[in-house]
């Protein structure tokens, strides 16, 4: 009986027997890749892959940004009307009266002798209106002839307003200039300026 004849491939298994068919280290690396995606699936769907809750998110972050600014935006509006607006005094003009209202209100009479035309010049330059007030006009007098030295002039009101209304704070001065009149109507040429002021209320 003749012996079995030796070839290179009986060579190559007997010196490898443990390799066997195929590459080691191909099967390693699809074992590898086997066991992440088993991993993965085991795991379970991650939270930033929902769709809605990434969006719920973005809807957080700038209902976020919008608050701060809001926020903002509304300590500075308070803050610059925690004092009344100030309103210069005509020169020749006197106190006569103080009272505080409330808190944030206040009121104050001025008085003197002054001309009529130059006060309420001296206001209107401060303030955002004014606007006058005559009684019935005299007979034979054309509503276009009234004018501040009228004798049927009555008074001026102004007014200077820095409310927020957005924010719904206020902040204003209500001016109001009016002559002296005896009980016959005539002019005692004193005049009265009353300030009404609010503010942060």
């Not at 590459?23 to 074992?31: F, I, L, N, T, V």
């Not at 972050?61 to 300590?75: E, K, Q, R």
């Not at 206020?170 to 002021?197: D, K, S, W």
Request: net charge negative; glycine share 6%.
């Amino acid at each position: 009986m003749s012996e079995r004849p030796e070839y290179p491939q009986d060579y190559y298994e007997e010196e490898y027997p443990e390799q066997g068919e195929g590459y080691p280290d191909e099967d390693q690396g699809k074992a590898s890749v086997y066991a992440q995606r088993q991993k993965e699936s085991d795991d379970g769907p991650r939270l930033l892959d929902s769709w809605f809750i990434r969006l719920l998110l973005a809807v957080i972050l700038i209902l976020v940004i919008v608050g701060v600014i809001v926020g903002g935006a509304y300590f500075q509006a308070s803050s610059s009307r925690d004092e009344p607006l100030d309103i210069k005094a005509f020169p020749g003009l006197l106190q006569s009266s103080y009272q505080k209202i409330d808190k944030g209100h206040d009121l104050q009479t001025w008085s003197g002798t002054v001309q009529l035309a130059e006060l309420e010049n001296h206001y209107r330059k401060q303030m955002d209106d004014c606007n006058r007030l005559f009684s019935e006009p005299e007979e034979g007098q054309e509503p276009s002839d009234q004018t501040i030295e009228s004798q049927n002039y009555v008074r001026t009101t102004c007014l200077l307003d820095h409310s927020h209304d957005f924010f719904g704070i206020t902040q204003y001065v209500r001016l109001t200039i009016a002559p002296e009149f005896t009980p016959e109507g005539e002019r005692t040429g004193m005049v009265n300026v009353t300030i009404e002021r609010v503010w942060k209320e």
